[in-house]
């Protein structure tokens, strides 16, 4: 079972008329303080990573979402956000888009991958378990060994979300799965080739057993590089003009225990990456184990 996913899956939804986020340095809430909207519109056009919303991602494919959940600063209501940089979507209105979409589609899974959260409490932590049950409630496969996870298990149990959560509340919880269970190793580079030998290298060293595993076709951006392209943004300046050689490497690829396992990108409808990590799974070899 091969995923195909989205990196930031939430930054569709960027708000330009909402406060920074707290994981953003010293130096950018100076520069929004001193700039005002016109530096939010700048922020939204390197920090939106996707075009398409929650159904739209699920109608074109994708099945893996990267989750970054946020409070408000001084918010009476506690509500939680998705960030990044700017705040997108209320956490609640995106988990009900999904649920929507698992409800008229029985026999698809998802996997939501809640991997940063920034400045919330255990009652914050406790509001989103419940919301979790709330809206999924029977449709969430509990925390088993990764090995024993196959779509005819998930199809048998009636199971179509796997909530891995970076955080220790996950030991508390049955449905929550450990985030180290869903290792993303990061490159941060701006270099195609130093990010095609970093995603191999990661492939190479991969664990055979006890985790999925997350190679993210995804280039970030230095100071440097912002400031050149600072009008038009994250597409246009790194992932157009790299997404040839990156797509190469994925096509390359061979599902498996010792191969790649759940594939992330910006921008997922460029190009064909959809569709070339799908066929994938066709050349799986019936040798290996199901991850």
């Given at each position: 079972m091969k995923g195909k996913g989205s990196h930031d899956s939430f930054?569709?939804?960027?708000?330009?008329?909402?406060?920074?986020?707290?994981?953003?340095?010293?130096?950018?809430?100076?520069?929004?303080?001193?700039?005002?909207?016109?530096?939010?519109?700048?922020?939204?056009?390197?920090?939106?990573?996707?075009?398409?919303?929650?159904?739209?991602?699920?109608?074109a494919g994708i099945r893996y979402f990267d989750l970054r959940i946020s409070t408000k600063p001084r918010d009476p209501d506690n509500e939680l956000y998705f960030a990044h940089g700017l705040f997108s979507a209320k956490v609640n209105e995106g988990l009900e888009e999904i649920n929507a979409f698992l409800t008229d589609h029985h026999?698809?899974?998802?996997?939501?991958?809640?991997?940063?959260?920034?400045?919330?409490?255990?009652?914050?932590?406790?509001?989103?378990?419940?919301m979790l049950k709330d809206i999924y409630g029977n449709k969430?496969?509990?925390?088993?060994?990764?090995?024993?996870?196959?779509?005819?298990?998930?199809?048998?149990?009636d199971y179509q979300v796997l909530v891995f959560y970076h955080s220790p509340v996950a030991l508390e919880v049955p449905f929550l799965w450990p985030g180290q269970m869903m290792p993303a190793p990061w490159a941060n580079t701006t270099d195609p080739e130093k990010l095609i030998q970093f995603l191999q290298a990661s492939i190479t060293e991969?664990?055979?057993?006890?985790?999925?595993?997350?190679?993210?076709?995804?280039?970030?951006?230095?100071?440097?590089?912002?400031?050149?392209?600072?009008?038009?943004?994250?597409?246009?300046?790194?992932?157009?003009?790299a997404l040839p050689a990156m797509m190469q490497w994925v096509r390359m690829q061979k599902p498996g225990e010792s191969g790649i396992n759940i594939v992330t990108a910006d921008f997922v409808e460029l190009g064909d990456f959809i569709s070339t990590v799908i066929k994938l799974?066709?050349?799986?070899d019936e040798g290996e184990a199901n991850t």
């Open positions: 930054s569709f939804y960027i708000d330009e008329a909402s406060p920074v986020g707290p994981e953003q340095p010293e130096t950018v809430q100076n520069f929004v303080s001193v700039f005002g909207t016109v530096a939010k519109k700048l922020m939204r056009k390197w920090l939106a990573t996707q075009t398409m919303n929650f159904t739209g991602q699920l109608g026999k698809e899974v998802v996997f939501l991958d809640f991997n940063h959260f920034y400045g919330m409490q255990k009652y914050h932590h406790e509001k989103l378990v419940q969430m496969c509990p925390a088993i060994f990764a090995q024993e996870v196959s779509l005819k298990y998930l199809w048998e149990k991969r664990r055979k057993k006890g985790s999925f595993f997350i190679s993210q076709v995804v280039l970030t951006p230095k100071a440097s590089t912002v400031v050149k392209g600072v009008a038009s943004g994250l597409r246009e300046t790194i992932t157009e003009r799974n066709y050349v799986f």
